[in-house]
């Protein structure tokens, strides 16, 4: 198939016709940027294929905003060796017309001879869906959905089998599918799907799963019941020997006796607390003894140590007293220089006042000079100012005015050398004392007249010329040029001048007076920024300062002799300040230190007095002998609490109250234990026996047999039918082994090509077809996966491989193919993009193919011319 033209108007953005003509078989190219209408192309293609014109459900066909719009389709394409042209409208003039050679057909007759060219159903109603589409849905491949390829293969399942049986021969179409539905419902009576039972075969199999189970409870019952009797039998047994043992009274009597045991320990133990703190309290008692022995032992040393520190105290109290009259004379003296000091300072800043009043009386007088050149200055500029604004008044001229003067003159001057080139000219050349006359003017000799306007020109003795220069130009560019000098006239007595050149000169003039204007401005503005008035108070101001600088140094009193400079004489002032701090400090840190070494030698009299009339005390050696005394019976006391207390805690110890403690809960336990477990076995003694009687009653055995009869005749009937399954699945199995060995004849064409394609992109690899012709499995480099699991791009290449694969396929048929990419393999790098070009270029000599793109550049290197949308649109238009 090669759609040759394609014409569309009021469709979507097309509101006006267009028409896409000249495509050529193999790859055609159409390309343009987002917007200019290449997917509503393929929408008018698409349109006129699957929608019923009579359909009111395609309002997305109509331009926006126009509802009176009836979008119309015409394709010419070529089919089976014949010339087809399809015209289609559609909502406000529905109609659909078809001619085939010289065949015409209309309407539904129309669609449904297409339907059967290309593969493809008509909805009922409503619009077109994915499901209608057949062959062209799977070829032509919308934008954005070049990777789904599975729906569209499933659509166009039926038609692609249809194209296979003809290039097989019909090999499909064999008895043998009777045969398999006959064996498929007769499993299917007992088996699912799944294989799982089904029917009188499910019911069996349950059933008897039910028997078993009620078996299988009873025999655990009857099980239970025979292991209860002997368990009736053993707790009699175990309940008679503890009555007659009754073993708990004797764990409670030796309950008993390990306590007593215990209160006996406990007993010691608290005696031998008591003396244990009797003998902590000789030690601390002892420690004290001894500690008041040792310091009555060191009384003598600290006498001999507090009589040297007395004797340190006194000599060094000496020695700060003999420095007394020295550092007084040294503070006594630095005082006295501070006096000369602050003297000569004063002295010197009284002559540092006066030689500052002068400074200021002659920079005072300084400024006062400089103040009245100023204002000479400024009264200076303002005279000049005045003259110079008079004299600006006097050269005023309105510079548009003056502009619009300059444009008609220079107009003016074109309008003369215009009517210069378009005047008559009038050449001549005369004999010696002949002449003419020309409006009144003698000619003579030879020259040259130029005519803007009808002349008469007087020739003696013959008569006269009258001469018309030619052509409207003439007239107009005169009547210009009068035109032009009166508004030249007009505008120089709007200036009050009589050319240009005076007009020029009074501007040139008028931009020197405000130059000069300015400048003055601006030597006014540095003289007196503040004005005149400011300069003159200023003046006053500082001649009044000047007079009281003047007045303050006449009254200062007059310096006789030399004097040191101020700086000087207050660095010297400051020397004597530091050097009369420096001896004040000394002395009082001198007078601190020696009240203090007064107060130490005081302080170590005092406690060398106190401690050596303690020592020569004579109750002294009294107390020493009753202190020995003391520390001897503590000692004594201390011996006989330690010795007792070892041989109670050796009496403790062997009895190990821990382990009696222990024995006393383990033996309390055990009673415990043995009269709960007398309690429990009565108890489960009569539950047993009351539950043995119900049993015993129920009959369990011979419910047992009967269960036993009901699943035997079960499970007979279970295996028939088990065998039955066994062997319709197996048969069925062993049907479909041989037509998938047919479908797999079926499926070879097609998976030659697909091999063909994808040996290209990718080498070693293989894409299974399943029975309903579907990409499966694929395989690359001894992995195994599913096409799904591929990467977007990936998945857009394989698709696309696939499609030219069934494309292949249908061309071998007999069926006609066109394939339509918009904007497909967008997602694919570079490497990727050039395999596809070799292998789009090889299908195009096989298939015409309609290449959409927004991005030419990518296809530079197919091969074939790319055609720009939006020219081809201009083109028509125009």
């Not at 004797?311 to 220089?337: D, F, G, N, V």
């Not at 300040?577 to 601190?592: D, F, I, P, Y």
């Not at 003694?685 to 009869?709: F, I, P, Y």
């Amino acid at each position: 198939m090669q759609l040759k033209r394609l014409a569309i108007q009021q469709f979507r953005q097309f509101r006006e016709p267009f028409e896409l003509v000249a495509l050529t078989p193999g790859i055609n190219l159409i390309h343009g940027p987002n917007e200019s209408g290449k997917s509503t192309l393929v929408r008018a293609i698409r349109a006129a294929f699957f929608e019923r014109h009579r359909s009111g459900t395609v309002d997305d066909l109509r331009p926006w905003g126009d509802s009176a719009a009836a979008p119309t389709i015409d394709l010419e394409f070529e089919a089976g060796g014949k010339e087809w042209r399809l015209t289609k409208s559609f909502l406000q003039r529905k109609r659909c017309d078809l001619q085939v050679g010289t065949q015409r057909f209309s309407g539904e007759e129309a669609e449904a001879k297409l339907t059967d060219l290309l593969g493809y159903e008509q909805p009922q109603r409503g619009a077109s869906q994915d499901r209608h589409w057949g062959i062209p849905g799977l070829l032509w491949v919308e934008q954005g959905t070049g990777q789904e390829l599975q729906q569209s293969v499933e659509h166009a399942g039926d038609h692609l089998k249809s194209a296979l049986n003809s290039l097989l021969g019909e090999v499909a179409s064999t008895g043998g599918d009777d045969i398999i539905n006959q064996v498929s419902a007769q499993r299917g009576e007992l088996l699912t799907g799944t294989g799982k039972p089904r029917g009188e075969y499910d019911r069996i199999a349950k059933q008897r799963q039910e028997l078993e189970a009620q078996l299988s409870t009873l025999q655990e019952r009857i099980a239970t019941y025979q292991a209860d009797v002997d368990r009736l039998g053993e707790l009699r047994r175990d309940h008679q020997q503890d009555e007659a043992n009754k073993p708990w009274h004797v764990l409670w009597q030796q309950h008993r006796q390990a306590e007593e045991r215990f209160r006996h320990v406990q007993q010691r133990q608290q005696e031998q607390a008591r003396e244990q703190q009797a003998l902590e309290s000789c030690q601390q008692t002892l420690g004290l003894l001894e500690q008041r022995r040792e310091e009555m032992s060191e009384q003598a040393a600290r006498l001999q140590k507090r009589e040297k520190e007395h004797e340190s105290a006194c000599k060094a109290h000496a020695e700060l007293q003999a420095q007394s009259p020295q550092l007084e004379q040294k503070e006594r003296e630095a005082q006295q220089a501070y006096s000369a000091a602050e003297s000569v300072v004063k002295q010197a800043r009284a002559q540092s006042q006066r030689e500052k009043l002068a400074q200021d009386v002659h920079r005072l007088q300084a400024r006062l000079d400089t103040l009245a050149e100023s204002i000479g200055k400024v009264r200076g500029y303002q005279n000049d100012l005045k003259s110079a604004r008079a004299e600006l008044r006097d050269n005023t001229i309105d510079e548009k005015a003056l502009a619009a003067l300059r444009k008609t003159c220079r107009e003016l001057d074109e309008t003369r050398i215009r009517l210069q080139v378009v005047a008559t000219r009038l050449r001549y050349e005369l004999e010696a004392g002949r002449s003419l006359s020309l409006k009144g003017k003698s000619l003579e000799g030879s020259g040259e007249e130029q005519l803007l306007e009808e002349s008469e020109l007087h020739i003696p003795g013959i008569g006269k010329l009258s001469i018309a220069p030619g052509g409207e130009d003439v007239s107009k560019l005169r009547r210009q040029l009068e035109r032009l000098q009166q508004d030249e006239a007009a505008q120089l007595g709007k200036l009050h001048v009589t050319s240009l050149e005076e007009a020029e000169a009074r501007a040139q003039s008028h931009s020197k007076s405000l130059e000069n204007l300015r400048r003055l401005e601006a030597l006014l503005e540095s003289a007196a920024p503040k004005g005149l008035e400011a300069l003159c108070n200023e003046e006053a101001d500082v001649r009044k300062q000047r007079d009281d600088c003047r007045s303050e140094l006449d009254s200062l009193p007059s310096t006789e002799g030399k004097t040191l400079p101020l700086r000087e004489a207050e660095a010297a002032l400051q020397a004597a300040e530091k050097a009369l701090q420096s001896a004040e400090t000394t002395l009082r840190e001198h007078r601190t230190q020696l009240a203090m070494a007064q107060q130490r030698q005081e302080s170590a009299r005092k406690e060398w007095q106190a401690l050596d009339d303690e020592i020569r005390a004579p109750e002294r050696e009294e107390a020493a002998e009753k202190l020995a005394q003391q520390i001897r019976n503590v000692q004594q006391q201390q011996s006989a609490l330690a010795s007792s207390l070892r041989e109670r805690q050796a009496e403790i110890d062997q009895a190990q109250p821990d382990f009696l403690q222990q024995d006393m809960q383990r033996l309390s336990a055990s009673a415990q234990q043995a009269e709960e477990a007398r309690r429990q076995r009565a108890l489960e003694l009569q539950a047993l026996q009351s539950r043995l009687e119900v049993q015993g009653a129920e009959g369990l055995e011979e419910k047992c047999n009967e269960v036993a009869a009901e699943l035997e005749h079960a499970s007979r009937r279970y295996q028939e039918l088990h065998r039955r399954a066994q062997a319709l699945d197996l048969l069925l199995d062993l049907l479909q082994d041989k037509r998938q060995a047919l479908t797999r004849r079926l499926q070879a064409p097609l998976q030659k090509h697909l091999d063909r394609y994808l040996a290209l992109l990718f080498p070693k690899a293989r894409l299974d077809v399943d029975e309903n012709l579907k990409p499966g499995a694929f395989e690359r480099e001894g992995e195994l996966g599913h096409m799904e699991e591929l990467s977007f791009g990936a998945r857009e290449q394989v698709a696309l491989l696939s499609r030219l694969a069934y494309a292949d396929l249908l061309k071998e048929a007999g069926r006609p193919t066109l394939i339509i990419l918009d904007d497909s393999l967008v997602h694919s790098d570079t490497e990727r993009l050039g395999q596809m070009k070799r292998i789009l270029f090889d299908a195009a000599q096989r298939h015409q193919i309609l290449l959409f793109t927004c991005h030419p550049e990518n296809w530079r290197d197919l091969g074939v011319a790319p055609r720009d949308l939006r020219s081809l649109r201009s083109e028509f238009q125009s």
